[in-house]
């Protein structure tokens, strides 16, 4: 991979990273999988360079740099064509570092901000026009300080004429508590990582079936089968290439992928904020995918057209889509 920036597994700008801090794996491997033409990488962050876009005061971590050319560098090694870049909590609200990534991607890149109650309509017009096309709440508590609800509330109805949608993030075990609060979120959704199932239980238990009841009832909401190295206890046992990794992350994805294949999205996560077990190759991570989405048309759905259309505005058969 290029260097372009940054030196891989440093943090610039006088931050120390957090002990134990995983770096991303600098030389991923080229997947045997082929990708579609057009697809996406709709789940992934930049961090800093923290030299030129500091980190957050109220973050609960800090990372190595990962920047937007080491993205984009990614991006084209493991065949993907577009980026929905997600911004991270250690950047807290501060959304400069991710607009620039996005400025610079020539628009094959929109973004997901964090977006604070007070945030004004120019401020939220020059993120669209940088190509943001939602918000995330985040929910995970080792991540950030609760937001109350009345105040995401205020964000929504500031964010929904713009046409956006939210990402929501959150732990399986939280999903009956916030049930209702999700529910009557007006606009699109997308959750992150299938709202964090515990893999170690029943992919036809009681608690994931709570979150296919939330898609089933809501037909406003997409999900991302993404993060089985971060979900998986089994790991990634795919060390010739095989598509054998994350085994025990499979069934909980296809289901969610056969049952709802026009509400999927799929991403790398790169660049892995916050592993404690394992780094992963995002070649061979790119080579999980056909286990979750077996027909070359579930994999068009979920790469290129539905990404595609939540964020770009193209439907399946537009000119050149
Ligand atoms: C992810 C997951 C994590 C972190 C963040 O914004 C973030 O800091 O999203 C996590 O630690 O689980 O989706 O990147």
Redesign the pocket.
């Known amino acids: 991979m290029a260097h372009d920036d940054t030196t891989h597994g440093e943090t610039t700008g006088g931050f120390d990273k957090t002990p134990g801090w995983l770096d991303w794996y600098d030389g991923p491997s080229a997947p045997r999988f082929r990708m579609p033409d057009g697809a996406v990488d709709a789940?992934c962050?930049v961090f800093g360079p923290g030299a030129e876009f500091p980190y957050a005061p109220e973050r609960k971590?800090t990372p190595c740099d990962a920047s937007a050319d080491q993205l984009f560098a990614l991006r084209d090694r493991l065949g993907f064509d577009r980026n929905v870049i997600?911004?991270?909590?250690?950047h807290g609200a501060d959304n400069s570092a991710l607009v620039d990534a996005l400025l610079r991607s020539e628009g094959r890149a929109r973004g997901v901000a964090t977006a604070r109650r007070d945030v004004s309509d120019e401020q939220l017009a020059e993120l669209h026009e940088a190509g943001v096309r939602g918000v995330r709440f985040?929910f995970?508590k080792?991540?950030v300080d609760r937001v109350p609800t009345d105040a995401l509330e205020d964000i929504v109805a500031k964010i929904a004429p713009l046409g956006w949608h939210v990402v929501i993030?959150f732990e399986a075990e939280d999903l009956p508590e916030l049930y209702n609060f999700f529910s009557r979120i007006p606009t699109d959704i997308v959750v992150?990582?299938m709202g964090r199932p515990d893999v170690s239980k029943d992919p036809d238990g009681p608690e994931f079936e709570l979150f296919l009841r939330f898609l089933r009832e809501n037909d406003n909401v997409w999900t991302k089968v993404s993060?089985p190295e971060?979900l998986s206890i089994s790991g990634p046992r795919a060390l010739d290439g095989e598509q054998h990794a994350y085994t025990d992350v499979v069934p909980f994805a296809r289901r969610v992928v056969e049952e709802f294949p026009d509400r999927v999205l799929w991403g790398t996560?790169w660049p892995?904020?916050?592993l404690k077990d394992h780094m992963p190759d995002d070649g061979l991570l790119v080579d999980y995918i056909p286990q979750i989405a077996t027909t070359p048309e579930l994999q068009r759905r979920l790469l290129v057209d539905n990404p595609r259309r939540l964020y770009w505005g193209e439907s399946a058969s537009d000119e050149g889509a």
């Open positions: 789940h962050h971590y997600v911004q991270a909590t250690c985040n995970v080792r991540l993030y992150d990582h993060c971060r996560d892995h904020p916050n």
